[in-house]
């Protein structure tokens, strides 16, 4: 198994947790026209040296995709993956998530889908081996660090 980009983005969640500084937990899902891909999959954050002009901050959504030897069979696969971004860069506009074969831009509104940190480490299964709805999360901050 490799890592792949995932085939197709269906929905990208900005959640802002109630936290001091704020933060924002990015939950995204896709999916794969086949079996044999990890259901579980992670953003890879592009790394800026300037932040974005128009505040759009990118990822790719990868997964581990199935072997060309490998038998796999025609069904969708729901592929969940989730960022944790612990700094709000200023003229944070939203994030834009890349599949192989498209993209999705969601624009982030602090004012709607705040959870408590509570809330969150029981949906994201934080401090659990696995048992919160979306996948272990990874956090960063570096590609919105100005040099």
Same mark, same amino acid.
């Given at each position: 198994?490799?890592?792949?980009?995932? /085939?197709? !983005?269906?929905?990208?969640?900005?959640?802002? *947790?109630?936290?001091?500084? +704020?933060?924002?937990?990015?939950? #995204?899902?896709?999916?794969?026209?086949?079996?044999?891909?990890?259901?579980?999959?992670?953003?890879?954050?592009?790394?800026?040296?300037?932040?974005?002009?128009?505040?759009?901050?990118?990822?790719?959504?990868?997964?581990?995709?199935?072997?060309?030897?490998?038998?796999?069979? /025609?069904? !969708?696969?729901?592929?969940?993956?989730?960022? *944790?971004?612990?700094?709000? +860069?200023?003229?944070?506009?939203? #994030?834009?998530?890349?599949?192989?074969?498209?993209?999705?831009?969601?624009?982030?509104?602090?004012?709607?889908?705040?959870?408590?940190?509570?809330?969150?480490?029981?949906?994201?299964?934080?401090?659990?081996?696995?048992?919160?709805?979306?996948?272990?999360?990874?956090?960063?901050?570096?590609?919105?660090?100005?040099?």
């Amino acid at each position: 198994m490799a890592n792949s980009l995932v /085939p197709s !983005v269906k929905s990208v969640d900005l959640v802002t *947790l109630e936290s001091f500084p +704020p933060q924002i937990w990015i939950r #995204v899902i896709g999916e794969a026209p086949n079996s044999g891909w990890s259901e579980t999959g992670f953003l890879n954050q592009y790394l800026y040296f300037v932040p974005p002009a128009d505040g759009i901050y990118e990822f790719d959504l990868l997964a581990f995709a199935p072997d060309d030897s490998a038998i796999s069979n /025609p069904v !969708v696969t729901q592929i969940e993956a989730s960022f *944790l971004l612990t700094a709000i +860069p200023d003229g944070f506009v939203g #994030v834009k998530v890349y599949g192989k074969n498209d993209f999705i831009i969601s624009e982030y509104d602090a004012s709607i889908a705040r959870l408590t940190v509570n809330e969150y480490t029981k949906l994201a299964g934080v401090g659990s081996s696995g048992g919160g709805r979306f996948p272990r999360i990874s956090a960063g901050t570096a590609a919105f660090t100005e040099i």
